[in-house]
């Protein structure tokens, strides 16, 4: 049977790019470009496997800001039929985003909601679990595989220690690992296609967010010794030493 | 304060109940069953939750007990079922959560941690009311306390998730968060081959393979368990021995609370050796093998 499935993609500030301050150790965010986070990609790459396998549609929300569309134009050329962007994301409140996706969700008749389990700027992971209790769904959490049978829903959830193969009926959230698939890299056609396709944009509404009181946000210190060799005998030789008693 | 402790991996639970001992009251929930000893980490209760472990019915109950015992803080293991679970319930509570936290203090009724940001690039210390903490492994070395917890069974409420089979993880798998001694490879071993090259200095220290992300997940020249980084394992052994690692930040992030750090690479202005509190500049392969048999004198 075919499934409609809500794929929810995050946009983040591309880390890999970011620098820290040499003096201070704060991070610079200016001009830093924005991706489609990685996790988002598997996500998107798992929904569109999706229709492809038993049909369906897939649809994409994104909570971001006006600098967003590029992000649903990505996912429009991996395969995501119709986009809603939701305006007005103002930092990483996961409380805030997991309220306004949710709202939308329950607009969105669905089978599945997809996302990624974690994002790699703030390493939150708490949405799939905050998504799950605001729409009552059921989360199949951290998936490696999934498997459709009718109006159930099976993954292998990896955990730590050993992986688990969970099922629950639909509607249900799944959250995946990166381990999932290995996200299409689009044609070019498919690019130029997804250029001219329409977003549907609408601004969200402002949430109550909770917030902290930043101490310090610098590059960690790191107070190692630093003894380094460019001799590589005398290298060996004290370094062996350090190890004997690293381990003794 | 008052705080009720999660995790699904009990050992987590006792360093969580030893890093906030003497600064809080606690009580602790585990999944049956209790691990042996878990009832001597300073928990006054252990809420032992039996039944179907779904994530849903873990949360309803969980929020049920920290409303009706009036706690203030929640404190989840950050595992991938803690954090679904913080997750749930700091919505089903309504309470602001922090996330991925490694240091936790009480000031005047707020609360004070700290935790790694952008990738890892940033530590970020921040002053709040947060109430719902996921909590790094790893916070304090565990160790027990004189009193005994009380034991309270909790049957867990009906899950809308049925577990169908559970799949033990590859044979020779390993669990690196635990290893007291890691041997890491980065792309600089070239091949898979090679890693067979240093395996005599693992050998050599009684340690464990693991590998950078390029190496683990890229190139899958090691299994994803192996993988140290902010996407893989956070380690902290005794001595990190980092050969062919050029250091990226995401890396240090997975290995930065090692004792010792080693690192031998052919590039005099890698990374890593910022982090190395020993190092050599050059050929691994050459470096190596004098290093063990220097090692077996």
């Given at each position: ?72 134009k ?52 708490l ?67 997804a ?26 210190k ?24 690293a381990?003794? | ?62 929020s ?19 954090r679904e ?67 309270v ?97 995401q ?41 063990v ?5």
């Amino acid at each position: 049977m075919p499934y409609n499935v809500i794929v929810l993609v995050k946009q983040i500030p591309d880390i890999d790019q970011m620098k820290t301050d040499p003096g201070t150790g704060e991070p610079i965010l200016q001009n830093l470009p924005l991706r489609v986070e990685n996790l988002s990609k598997n996500a998107i790459e798992a929904a569109v496997k999706l229709k492809e396998k038993h049909g369906g549609k897939v649809s994409a929300i994104i909570f971001g800001t006006d600098r967003s569309s590029a992000a649903m134009k990505e996912s429009y050329a991996m395969g995501v039929d119709e986009g809603f962007l939701l305006t007005g994301y103002d930092g990483n409140h996961p409380e805030v985003t997991a309220k306004v996706l949710a709202e939308k969700i329950k607009t969105i008749p669905h089978d599945l909601v997809i996302l990624g389990n974690q994002s790699a700027d703030s390493y939150t992971g708490l949405l799939a679990g905050k998504i799950s209790a605001l729409t009552g769904e059921p989360l199949l959490g951290n998936a490696v595989r999934i498997e459709m049978d009718g109006k159930t829903a099976k993954v292998t959830s990896a955990l730590e220690e050993y992986n688990l193969e969970i099922k629950s009926d639909t509607p249900a959230i799944i959250s995946v690992a990166q381990e999932i698939n290995e996200p299409r890299l689009p044609p070019v056609l498919q690019i130029m296609a997804a250029g001219r396709k329409p977003i549907n944009t609408q601004p969200a509404g402002p949430k109550e967010k909770f917030t902290s009181v930043v101490i310090s946000n610098r590059a960690p210190k790191s107070d190692r010794k630093r003894i380094v060799f460019e001799d590589v005998d005398k290298g060996v030789s004290e370094v062996s030493k350090a190890i004997k008693e690293a381990i003794r | 304060m008052k705080a009720l402790v999660f995790s699904d991996n009990q050992e987590i639970v006792a360093q969580i109940l030893t890093s906030i001992r003497g600064k809080s009251d606690a009580d602790a929930a585990v999944v049956s069953p209790v691990m042996e000893s878990i009832d001597q980490y300073g928990a006054a209760k252990l809420y032992e939750l039996t039944g179907t472990p779904g994530t849903d019915a873990i949360s309803q109950s969980l929020s049920k007990i920290f409303a009706e015992g009036k706690y203030d803080l929640f404190l989840a293991g950050s595992t991938v079922r803690g954090r679904e679970v913080a997750g749930m319930l700091s919505e089903a509570l309504n309470l602001p959560a922090m996330t991925e936290i490694s240091d936790l203090v009480f000031r005047d009724g707020k609360i004070v941690t700290k935790r790694f940001f952008y990738g890892g690039k940033t530590l970020l210390e921040e002053e709040s009311s947060a109430r719902v903490l996921t909590v790094m492994p790893g916070i304090s070395e565990a160790s027990r306390s004189q009193s005994r917890s009380e034991l309270v069974k909790v049957e867990l409420p009906a899950s809308k998730i049925t577990i169908v089979n559970r799949i033990d993880k590859m044979a020779g798998s390993v669990n690196i968060e635990k290893a007291q001694v890691i041997v890491s490879v980065g792309r600089g071993i070239g091949s898979k081959e090679n890693i067979e090259k240093v395996k005599p200095l693992a050998e050599a220290v009684h340690g464990e393979i693991a590998g950078s992300r390029p190496v683990c997940l890229d190139y899958q020249w090691l299994s994803e368990d192996r993988q140290v980084g902010l996407s893989g394992k956070k380690v902290k052994p005794k001595l990190y021995i980092a050969l062919g690692i050029s250091g990226q930040i995401q890396h240090i992030a997975g290995m930065r609370t090692s004792r010792v750090v080693v690192a031998i690479n052919k590039d005099k202005s890698a990374p890593i050796f910022e982090e190395a509190d020993y190092g050599i500049v050059g050929d691994l392969f050459q470096i190596v093998p004098k290093l063990v048999s220097a090692l077996k004198q």
